[in-house]
C-alpha cells in the first residue's frame, strides 16, 4: 500500500510539472513569436512611411515642374501681349509675379526633397534593418525570460538552442530579404510608387478645343520614376493645327524639374507630354537643370519571392526541461534510499526519466490575415506592406520533435517521449 501511495503521488507530480512545463515552453514560443510578428508589422509600417514619403517627394518635383511651365507659359503670353492694348500691363504683372514664385519655389523645394529622401535612406530603410536584425536576439532572450516567470525550474537546454539557431535561420534567411536597386523585385517596388502617385502627380492635362478638327490647344504633364534613381517632371502646352497632311505644334509654355542620383538615359510617358507636345517637351528637357541630391529609391526588405501567391507562415519551437531532481517526488521527499523488500534489498521509487528530466516542446507560427476582408472579394496575400501579422500556437511538428531528440539521447520516434 506504502508502495502504491508512493507511485500514486510520485506520478501526480510529474504530470503537474509535466504540465506546467508545457504551458512555460508554450507562453515562451507565443512570446518570440509575438516579437517577430511585431517586427514583421513594424518594418510594413516602414515600407508604407518610404511609399508615402517617396510620393510627397514626387509632389514636389511636379509642383516645380508645373511652375517652370507657368512661369515659361506666362512670360511667352506677355510677350506677345505687349501688342495688345490693355492686355500688355497686367500680362507683364503677372509673368514678373510669377517669376518670383517660381524662383522661390526652385530654390527652396530642393532643399525639402533631399530631405525626405535622406530620411527614407538613412532613417526609415536603416530602421527597418535594424529591426530584421535584432529580432532573433530578442525573441532568443524573450524565451529565457518568459520561461524563467512562468517556472522558474525550467531549464534552457542545447535543444533549446539547437531551436533558437534553426528560428533564427528561419527568420534571417528563409522568409524575407532586402531588395536592392536593379533588381527585378524592386522593380515591383517601383510600379507601387508609380501607382500611388495622386492625380497631379501622375497626369496634368488639359484639351482645348478651338476649332475642332483644325485647331486645339493641348496641356501634358506627369511626373515618373526613372530607373529607380530619378523623379522627372515635365509640363507643357502647345497649339496644334491640323492641317490637311501634317500637324504643326506651335510651343506655349513647358517646365521640367528633377531629382536625382545619378543621370539616366530612359525617358518617362510624363501624361504624353512627350508623344503628344514633342516640340515642348524637347525645350522643357534642353532647359532642364537637374537636381542631384535624391538618394535613389530606398533598397526595402519584403516577403522572399513577393510573386508568389501562397500563405507564408513561420514557426518558432521552444525546448525546455526539468531536471528530475527539482521535481518534488516521494523518493527526494521521503525515501531517498528507496524501499527495502523482504529479501533485503532496495528498490528506488524515482522514475526512469530520459536524460533524468521531463522534456517539453512549444510552437508558435506567425501568419498573415486581414482583420476584415477585403471590399472587392479578392485574397490579399502575405507582404511587408500591410501591417497584418498575427501569432497563434500549434501543434508541434514532427520534425521539430525529432530535431531535438537526439539531444536528450530519445529514440528517434519521440512522440512518447517528447511532448
Known sequence: MLACFAVVFSAGQLVNDKMRLVNAADAAAYSAATWEARSLNFQSYMNRAIVANEVALAQLVSLRSWSRYVATATANSARVAQFIPYLAGPARTLAQGWRSIDTTLQSTLPGMEAGISSWNVDVLANAQAVAHQQAPIVAAD??????????????????????????????????????????????????????????FTRSRRAQLQIAPGVLEIARRGGTDLIAEQSWRGVDTLSAHLNLLLASVETPIGWGAAEQMRAP???????????????????RALNA?????AY????????????SRRDERTLRYAVALSMPSRSIQTVDRLLMP?????????????????????????????????????RADGRQEYPSLFNPY????????????????????????DPFAVVP
Request: net charge positive; hydrophobic share 35%.
Open 142 to 199: 524573450l524565451v529565457n525570460e518568459v520561461a524563467r516567470r512562468n517556472e522558474p525550474r525550467a531549464q534552457v537546454t542545447s535543444a533549446t538552442r539547437l531551436l533558437e539557431a534553426r528560428n533564427g535561420a528561419q527568420w534571417l534567411n528563409q522568409f524575407t530579404d532586402r531588395y536592392r536597386r536593379g533588381g527585378g523585385d524592386l522593380r515591383r517596388f517601383s510600379t507601387l510608387l508609380m501607382d500611388s502617385r495622386d492625380g
Open 337 to 373: 534510499a528507496g524501499i527495502q523488500a523482504p529479501d533485503g534489498t532496495s528498490h528506488t521509487l524515482a522514475a526512469n526519466l530520459a536524460g533524468n528530466a521531463i522534456h517539453a516542446l512549444g510552437t508558435a507560427e506567425v501568419y498573415f490575415r486581414r482583420p476584415q476582408p
Open 264 to 282: 539616366v538615359s530612359q525617358r518617362g510617358q510624363h501624361g504624353g507630354s512627350l508623344s503628344r507636345n514633342p516640340a515642348a517637351s524637347r
Open 295 to 306: 538618394r535613389g529609391l530606398p533598397e526595402i526588405r519584403d516577403i522572399i519571392t513577393p
Open 389 to 412: 501579422w498575427h501569432v497563434r500556437l500549434v501543434d508541434v511538428s514532427r520534425q521539430e520533435r525529432s530535431l531535438v531528440a537526439p539531444t536528450h539521447g530519445l529514440a528517434l
Open 288 to 292: 532642364l537643370r537637374p537636381s542631384r
